[in-house]
């Protein structure tokens, strides 16, 4: 357990509700990042469709885990919501607060209850600062006072993270990925925020190390009520640590669920693929279990195939695959797919994506 530091920071009153409301609502979000040609007339050629319209609602105390190979749009996404990036089309809604293209001077003082955790803690940390100003920053840009002082609130916050207090004055090459990553978690925590979007978090430590911040932040989120996006590769990871998970491909959400639906019966075939290249510890269960290799390289954001983006590498695909889009369907409580074929589905599933494709 985490024990919460004796400094508190000083502020007015922000509302929060209860446990369980919707905390984060995405729908329709895009972006897209627009290819040009010409040295002296720069015109559009074109647009690179990072993320073509994801929707998601995040509830106040719990994980979402958004999961997908490289430049299916995770990160992206996880970007815009913390409006580190503006969006191009959608809306994001924070605490019933449209914040989709709020100006950067509205968006300051939001930025205490919306952090983001960095993927790497080698680039993520200013190698010229001290970790007491590292940390620190945060109560010097908000202008927050502390009861003790902020160097008592930084020492306090990196005995919360498993750190000496005395490394206020230490540099980050000093410390190892891990530690850097704890500082960096140091200083997200700084104002006490609502919602962490984590970027990766673990993907550049080592398996042992890996464990030690995942149970770190799982500590964290009881101890001071967080809700996180956490934006991973590792399924093992997302596993652990969320209540409900995030599927996408090629900037398209193809299936959300809850934690537990999701694992025991994936419906789309790109997540049966992804789950069954995770590692298994146990002999037995892994001699028993079929590999599935997926054909061909990702296809290109700036020209995705037409419908559903996942059939040119699906062994379930069908000529209608090529030629409608198939939408997002609840085939159990809680548990959407965007699948015309959808394996460990309920036997009208098939009917059901058609009806809501407008084909049946």
């Known amino acids: 357990m985490v024990t919460t530091p004796d400094t508190t920071v000083v502020e007015e009153p922000r509302p929060s509700g209860p446990e369980g409301d919707a905390l984060l609502e995405v729908s329709g979000l895009r972006k897209h990042f627009p290819v040009t040609r010409g040295a002296v007339v720069k015109r559009q050629v074109g647009a690179v469709k990072a993320v073509d319209g994801v929707d998601f609602t995040v509830r106040t105390g719990q994980t979402l885990g958004l999961v997908g190979e490289s430049g299916c749009g995770k990160t992206t996404t996880g970007r815009m919501i913390t409006r580190l990036l503006e969006p191009t089309d959608g809306r994001i809604v924070f605490q019933g607060r449209d914040i989709t293209h709020v100006s950067q001077g509205a968006m300051r003082p939001l930025r205490r209850d919306i952090q983001m955790i960095f993927q790497d803690p080698y680039s993520s940390l200013n190698p010229r600062k001290t970790v007491g100003s590292i940390v620190g920053a945060p109560f010097h840009l908000q202008k927050v006072a502390t009861e003790a002082g902020v160097k008592k609130a930084v020492q306090d916050l990196l005995d919360v993270v498993g750190l000496n207090p005395e490394h206020y004055n230490r540099y980050p090459h000093e410390f190892s990925g891990g530690q850097r990553q704890r500082i960096g978690i140091a200083r997200t925590l700084a104002l006490r925020p609502k919602l962490i979007v984590a970027d990766e978090p673990v993907s550049a430590l080592d398996v042992s190390i890996q464990a030690q911040v995942v149970n770190l932040l799982e500590d964290l989120q009881d101890e001071f009520d967080l809700t996180y996006v956490v934006i991973a590769h590792d399924l093992s990871v997302v596993r ?8 996408m491909y090629l900037g398209k959400m193809v299936e959300l669920g809850d934690n537990e639906s999701l694992y025991s019966g994936p419906m789309h075939p790109y997540t ?9 510890p146990d002999p037995s269960v892994r001699g028993g279990r079929e590999r599935i290799r997926l054909q061909g390289d990702v296809p290109s954001p700036l020209n995705p195939p037409p419908a559903c983006r996942f059939h040119t590498r699906c062994w379930k695909a069908q000529e209608v695959c090529g030629q409608v889009e198939p939408p997002m369907v609840e085939l159990r409580p809680g548990h959407q797919v965007a699948c015309h074929f959808p394996e460990n589905a309920p036997a009208d599933a098939e009917n059901r994506v058609a009806k809501a494709a407008g084909i049946a």
């Open 272 to 280: 049966v693929a992804l789950l069954s290249a995770v590692p298994v």
């Open 240 to 247: 652990h640590i969320s209540d409900q998970v995030g599927v």
